[in-house]
């Protein structure tokens, strides 16, 4: 310590564990950018943030430019830092059939390869908290980046999971991944059933469609290409190829 420079009274305030949401609450105050209301832009999506409140597994379903992937994420980052949050952490993970080959050829470690990948979801939480303290987060392990092979071996308590592009999970991995889920936790699968990567069926449906009949109260949030609100191009393009999907 340079000479001259007063030292600081200790405190016996207890500080939090880096490692915890707690203290990842107490650095973002006065630090994030202020964004973490969320906002729906129609009743479906209201549905979906009523969704994510109140039940443990959420399935929505949608082509892009809904807000299925942005509501979902401002939502999780929201519950997690609310004064008073029990969620310890948000786990971002992926389907990624199609791009399974190039991973490897991608520089870092397997979360490294990953963020390419979760970087939309990524996008939404920076959009909620700023850059700097995304970084933090992810440093201090409170927004974890999670390959599916190592979610189906774990269980997660107090813990938001979303899981874009869960439209190529086949049933095993729907099977593993769901049953994960530890208390106090949540999760959201999001998915396009219109850009599905698996040729025989799309299992995620035939995941809800066992559920219900079995009585299980999972919510299913279908938006339709009438529900976009990225842009009016982008309702355009989709009905364009949606149209073109049905003639073929």
Known sequence: MPKGTPRKERTNSPRPSRGSSGYARKQSEGQMSGK??????????????DSI???????????????????????????????????????LARSI?????????????????LVPWVLPMLSVIEDSVGKSHLEYLMASNVVEIQPLETIRGRSFEDSIILIDEAQNLDFEEIKAITTRLGEGSKMVLMGDAWQSD????????????????????IPVIQFSVDEIVRSDIVGLLVRMFHNEVRMG
Request: hydrophobic share 35%.
């Open 198 to 217: 698996i040729r025989d069926g799309t299992p995620l449906l035939d995941f809800t469609k066992m559920c219900e009949r079995a009585g299980i109260g």
């Open 97 to 113: 059939i199609p791009t399974g080959k190039s991973m490897g050829y991608l520089p870092g470690d397997v979360t490294e390869k």
């Open 36 to 49: 973490l209301s969320v906002t729906a832009k129609n009743g479906k999506q209201q549905f979906l943030l």
């Open 53 to 91: 409140q109140s039940r443990s597994i959420t399935v929505v379903l949608g082509p892009a430019g809904t807000g299925k992937t942005y509501v979902s994420v401002k939502k999780a980052v929201q519950l997690l830092l609310s004064p008073g949050s029990h969620y310890k952490k948000i786990i």
